[in-house]
């Protein structure tokens, strides 16, 4: 049977009109699949974004907030630190609890360290420091005087503690190991003895401490004037690694730094007068001189010994504070 002109236009108009339906069917469940592949795809792209960014040594935090409980009906003392580069003086006032808070700080500067300082100097250093702690309101028993163990290790150091015994002062001497455990004492704060560890990067030597139970151990390496022994930055920096490698890993997630190089670091990244700044990667600092060379060696061999990615560096603390508050 031979189709007439109109039936063949009729079955055509039939497959559009079937076709028409099918496609309104269908096309819409496939716009729907590529919306949710799309939002799949997204959501993975988040996931992974966030894993990234769990593991990137730079995802560190960039400051540091926590306030220290304040002293109640707190009482003023005075410390006088001998360091291996200088005096350093500190007031505080401390109640029954152990809070403090700082009072007054000096930074003072000695060439004592490097042999060339005369007993006049250390005279005239220490009457200063003692006169303004008396005139601050700190009783005079109250005023004690801490040597470093990095200062007493360098024999014009004696010519101090001779000054200070013609004055009737005690003078104080420390291990390293107890200036390592009078630091966390001072710059821990209540609440992170489990996630983090204390590191003292002083002229003389170097401080690493950390709560282990109700125990504080402390051992100590270079300090960042090693180059005066023509010490080369190699053995420097294996030994401080080895060391850092001690840390238990569960402490490493902060580490709180105080001393010399540490406190140059953190005023290139201070932003008003926070008491806490977090410190930046050794790359992101400028090595102006041998000092400032060999603490960031020190300072990087740290990060790289432990894997800790925060540092905070407390403007407050000082190992003899944590002097004061063991008496």
């Known amino acids: 049977m031979k189709l007439t002109t109109l039936s063949k236009i009729l079955i055509v108009l039939a497959l559009m009109v079937v076709l028409f339906f099918v496609f309104k069917k269908y096309l819409p469940k496939t716009e729907t699949a590529d919306a949710e592949a799309e939002k799949i795809e997204n959501t993975e792209n988040v996931q992974t974004d966030e894993a990234i960014n769990a593991i990137n040594p730079d995802a560190a935090i960039k400051s540091f907030e926590f306030t220290p409980e304040a002293p109640v009906n707190g ?72 040597v470093s163990s990095g200062a007493k290790s360098v024999p014009a150091t004696q010519m101090i503690i001779d000054e200070l015994k013609k004055m009737k002062y005690f003078v104080n001497e420390v291990t390293p190991e107890k200036e390592a455990q009078l630091a966390l004492k001072s710059v821990l704060p209540k609440g992170f003895e489990t996630n983090a560890f204390v590191v003292d990067i002083g002229s003389g030597n170097t401080k690493i ?52 190089i540490p406190f140059e670091l953190a005023k290139q990244g201070r932003e008003g007068e ?3 700044t977090v410190l930046k990667n050794p790359g992101e600092y400028k090595a102006e001189g041998a000092k400032m060379k060999s603490g960031l060696n020190i300072y990087k061999n740290i990060i790289e010994g432990t894997g800790c990615k925060t540092f905070v560096f407390d403007w407050h603390a000082n190992f003899t504070i944590g002097f004061l508050l063991t008496l």
Request: proline share 2%; with cysteine; aromatic share 12%.
């Open 75 to 146: 009482k003023l003392k005075g410390v006088v630190e001998l360091g291996a580069a200088g005096f350093n003086s500190f007031i505080i006032r401390i109640d029954k609890n152990k809070n403090w808070t700082l009072e007054k700080a000096e930074f003072g500067n000695s060439l004592v360290y490097d042999g060339m300082a005369t007993n006049e100097d250390v005279r005239n250093g220490l009457k200063k420091y003692i006169s303004g702690m008396l005139d601050f309101g700190v009783p005079g028993k109250e005023i004690h005087f801490v």
């Open 209 to 260: 401490s950390w709560m282990e139970g109700n125990k504080i151990i402390g051992k100590e390496t270079f300090g960042a004037k090693y180059y005066n022994n023509n010490t080369p930055d190699d053995e420097v920096a294996t030994k401080v690694k080895e060391i850092s490698k001690t840390v238990p890993a569960d402490k490493t997630e902060y580490c709180f730094i105080i001393g010399g």
């Open 274 to 276: 926070e008491r806490y």
